[in-house]
């Protein structure tokens, strides 16, 4: 069985940082590229970053230069972080975390996001 638990969302100041967590249960995640998403109120939801098996990186142009995506697949889940730095008022959205490769299937379930908040 799959599930996918995000955490360490919050309200903060623009210009502040977050580090978000996603732990991936199943070993079917070792083997694809994973990736973060996020969700504005009222907006689809949309990719933000990705990382392969080998580590290589990809970034929405929003987020490019202020956002770092790592995982670690030691042990019996996989763990992916999103560290967010500068984040700025557009970035407010609920933030999840899946693997775009398994979605395309169609039966891959979402975890329940993590809120992040920017605000003066």
């Known amino acids: 069985q799959v599930q996918l638990v995000e955490s360490g969302g919050s309200s903060v100041q623009p210009g502040g940082s977050l580090r978000l967590a996603c732990v991936a249960t199943g070993r079917i995640f070792k083997l694809h590229a994973m990736a973060w998403y996020r969700q504005a109120p009222g907006e689809q939801r949309d990719l933000v970053a990705r990382i392969s098996i080998r580590d290589n990186r990809t970034y929405a142009d929003s987020v490019k230069d202020r956002f770092t995506i790592s995982r670690d697949d030691a042990g019996s889940v996989t763990t992916v972080y999103l560290q967010m730095n500068n984040l700025r008022p557009e970035d407010t959205a609920v933030y999840y975390c899946?693997?775009?490769?398994?979605?395309?299937?169609?039966?891959?379930?979402w975890g329940q996001g993590t809120q992040v908040t920017v605000s003066s």
């Open positions: 899946n693997a775009p490769d398994l979605l395309r299937t169609g039966n891959m379930p």
